[in-house]
């Protein structure tokens, strides 16, 4: 059907919509929501224009735009041309990222993980670097494997790991992500199958669909206790064996979402049976600085020198710096070269250097951060634990996030309340394959305490809405939340 919704009609359906529990314009877009999927507004067809129904209610047209910007962002109202946009269900495929999409003001982000800059350290390493940088003027400034003294400074940072290696084994990238999309077009070809822990990050699973690979899912297991195994190994030598993934994807290092580190002696299995099938892993170490329990591990690499490592000072120093880079042998660093340069022809100078002085004493803003997010977790745990009992939740051991199991599978219900309660979440399906963790939902400990209040807060209050709802449970469960961007 199309055609259009007049003032009055829609008044009348709305009946008496406006409690006063939540901002009026929240109110109206929520029962607006409700009415559409529904049925009873049909799809396609032009709401009133915001002066019209802001006249007919009796509001501000304020209320009545931020109503309507509401429900474009859910995927419920087209943009369409001025103010009348068409009532929409959003579509359920699987959502990707959208990088750079803006977060509505007044929201608070529990889809990214990251932290502000590590800002003092970070300033001063750009302002010696300045002062390096006439040496390199007289060149011509492409660096497509990076520049020298950041392959060093990281080649050393690995060596003092106990993983001797040399400037030559090193690429530098735009950033952990930058260097997975390079690995994966050089190693997997297209309909290659990918083995990856279930769950994983989302950019590292749409980067290895955007590349015409396979994922291959390995259940990470439940932790019943403290001895509890992290990964089950079995089941991914298994798959090693039976179904001989090109390429392996792993973050043992403190993963995203849960927080889990690999013990020695699974690095050692692992790394063993790959050797044996043939299957390359490929372990992003991104998170490997923020190990707030102190845990003694030794990188992948150190087991043996099939490995490729990815890494990155996003999450130690600052996402902005875009600075990543990749540890593999010669032989392949040449072949990661060769299809680095399709894609760009190198990185910005004055951030390598930069980035070479942060390498170089990488410990330096680390106290204070892993102070901060040891108390970030410990308040979010506790807020968790007393607002919302019902909840499973698992400890991380280090990284920037706290892996709930709800009792429901309300993930993308959950994330599509949110923003009615004023957070953005990443839904749990975000970190799977074919539609799985609909039972879970990732919250970061990256913000400060008062925020971290108000975000469980939050998350009580949309449970409790749906608690109170089957039918909208069920209703928004078949809907497709927003894609957001997600780190
Ligand atoms: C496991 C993992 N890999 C990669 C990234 C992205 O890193 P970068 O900003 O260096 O591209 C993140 C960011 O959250 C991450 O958690």
């Not at 559409?36 to 501000?60: C, H, K």
């Not at 735009?174 to 997975?180: D, F, K, N, P």
């Not at 990749?326 to 680095?340: N, Q």
Request: proline share 8%; net charge positive; with cysteine.
């Amino acid at each position: 059907m199309s055609g259009s919704l007049n003032p009055t009609a829609l008044v009348r359906l709305l009946g008496s919509w406006n409690s006063g529990a939540l901002p009026a314009y929240r109110e109206l877009a929520d029962v607006v929501r409700l009415l559409v999927m529904d049925g009873r507004i049909p799809l396609d067809v032009a709401l009133p224009s915001e002066r019209a129904l802001a006249q007919t209610l009796g509001l501000s047209r304020t209320t009545v735009t931020a109503a309507y910007a509401s429900l474009r962002e859910q995927g419920f109202l087209t943009a369409g041309q001025g103010s009348r946009g068409r009532t929409c269900i959003p579509h359920r495929t699987a959502p990707v990222s959208a990088p750079g999409l803006a977060v509505p003001e007044g929201l608070l982000d529990l889809a990214y993980a990251s932290l502000p800059a590590a800002g003092e350290v970070v300033h001063r390493a750009f302002a010696d670097a300045l002062t390096e940088l006439p040496a390199l003027l007289p060149g011509f400034g492409y660096e497509a494997v990076g520049v020298q003294a950041l392959r060093e400074a990281i080649a050393d940072k690995y060596t003092a790991e106990g993983v001797p290696t040399t400037p030559g084994q090193i690429l530098v990238t735009s950033g952990a992500q930058h260097a997975l999309n390079i690995v994966l077009r050089t190693l997997a070809g297209k309909q290659d199958r990918v083995m990856v822990e279930h769950p994983s990050y989302p950019n590292a699973l749409d980067a290895i669909r955007a590349a015409g690979c396979k994922p291959l899912p390995v259940a990470l297991p439940l932790i019943q206790s403290s001895t509890s195994p992290a990964w089950d190994i079995d089941a991914m030598v298994a798959t090693m064996n039976h179904q001989r993934p090109a390429v392996a994807y792993l973050v043992p290092d403190f993963h995203n979402p849960t927080g889990r580190i690999m013990s020695d002696l699974q690095r050692r299995r692992l790394t063993r049976a790959a050797t044996a099938s043939g299957t390359i892993l490929v372990v992003d170490e991104t998170l490997r600085g923020l190990n707030l329990d102190g845990v003694r591990t030794a990188p992948m690499s150190a087991y043996s020198p099939a490995v490729v490592s990815i890494g990155s000072l996003s999450k130690s120093h600052w996402a902005g710096l875009r600075t990543g880079w990749v540890r593999a042998d010669e032989a392949l660093i040449a072949r990661f070269v060769s299809t680095r340069t399709v894609m760009d022809l190198g990185g910005p100078v004055v951030e390598q250097l930069a980035a070479a002085r942060l390498v170089r004493s990488f410990a330096e803003p680390l106290d204070a951060r892993l102070e901060e997010l040891r108390n970030n977790r410990e308040t979010l745990l506790g807020l968790l634990s007393e607002h919302l009992p019902e909840w499973d939740v698992e400890r991380p051991r280090g990284g920037l996030t706290v892996w709930c199991r709800l009792p429901t599978p309300c993930s993308t219900a959950l994330t599509m309340l949110a923003p009615d309660f004023g957070v953005r979440l990443a839904a749990g399906p975000r970190f799977g394959v074919g539609g799985a963790f609909e039972h879970y939902l990732r919250v970061p400990y990256t913000l400060p305490a008062a925020q971290l209040e108000f975000a469980v807060g939050a998350l009580r209050a949309a449970q409790n809405k749906l608690d109170a709802s089957p039918h909208l449970r069920r209703t928004l469960k078949s809907a497709r939340p927003p894609a957001v961007a997600v780190a």
